[in-house]
């Protein structure tokens, strides 16, 4: 079964600091992982994805993630956080194999203060 | 940019009563999703159509959820009878259905069963 897992409920950064927010996953096969941010009562908003290649990827307003096989890892990353940034980060997975649903870890809140 | 466009934004009823959600996606999308995102959890899938015809409905709580997409382009989902374990925001996704795409998020309907 397909799971992920985003083990901070919150993360808090300074304006200007880089942030990280973690997020590791189980699949039975090869993953498709993607990034979402949702901000107060809106839908989730596609940030960036790994499909195969480059295992750092770089998506929508500044941000990227490190795709690690060995520790099947996927963490979000900004060199220098915005308040702007603050909202409901989501990670997501979906099996090769699958039929196309994403399964959706529990989210993590990042809030970035000036 | 193309949107899923939902409807209503906001839904408040009385347990026992019918409601029901409008989605359409973006054009040419063949694949559309339903997911069910209680306050402070990640989204998770209710039913998924291709084209008209439902994938996966595995999750859906068939006693009182239905979901059609008629013609394979737009979606109801219905509630009957609501209740207060059904209070949620209600987000409908589309996808090309090609392997390794996003799905993009309509911004949802907030229901409140009281």
């Known amino acids: 079964a397909q799971s992920v897992a985003q083990p901070e409920d919150q993360v808090n950064v300074a304006e200007g600091n880089p942030l990280t927010v973690k997020c590791t996953y189980s699949?039975?096969?090869?993953?498709?992982l993607f990034w979402y941010v949702q901000y107060p009562n809106r839908g989730l908003q596609f940030l960036l994805k790994y499909i195969t290649g480059d295992n750092l990827v770089k998506g929508s307003y500044g941000f990227e993630a490190e795709f690690n096989k060995s520790q099947t890892s996927f963490h979000l990353k900004k060199p220098s956080a915005l308040v702007s940034d603050s909202a409901l980060y989501f990670c997501?997975?979906?099996?090769?194999?699958?039929?196309?649903?994403?399964?959706f870890g529990k989210g993590t809140k990042l809030s970035v203060k000036p | 940019e193309a949107e899923v466009a939902q409807s209503p934004r906001y839904k408040i009823t009385e347990k026992s009563q019918a409601v029901a959600f409008w989605c359409d996606p973006i054009s040419g999308h063949a694949t559309l999703y339903w997911y069910r995102q209680i306050l402070g959890q990640g989204p998770e899938l209710l039913v998924q159509?291709?084209?008209?015809?439902?994938?996966?409905d595995s999750q859906l709580p068939k006693d009182r959820f239905s979901a059609e997409r008629l013609k394979g382009v737009d979606s109801t989902l219905k509630i009957q009878p609501a209740e207060l374990g059904d209070s949620a925001m209600y987000l409908c996704?589309?996808?090309?259905?090609?392997?390794?795409?996003?799905?993009?998020f309509g911004n949802g309907t907030r229901l409140t069963v009281t």
């Open positions: 699949v039975s096969g090869n993953p498709y």
């Open positions: 997501a997975v979906r099996d090769r194999g699958s039929q196309g649903n994403l399964i």
């Open positions: 996704a589309s996808s090309p259905g090609r392997a390794g795409s996003p799905l993009h």
């Open positions: 159509f291709q084209d008209e015809s439902v994938v996966d």
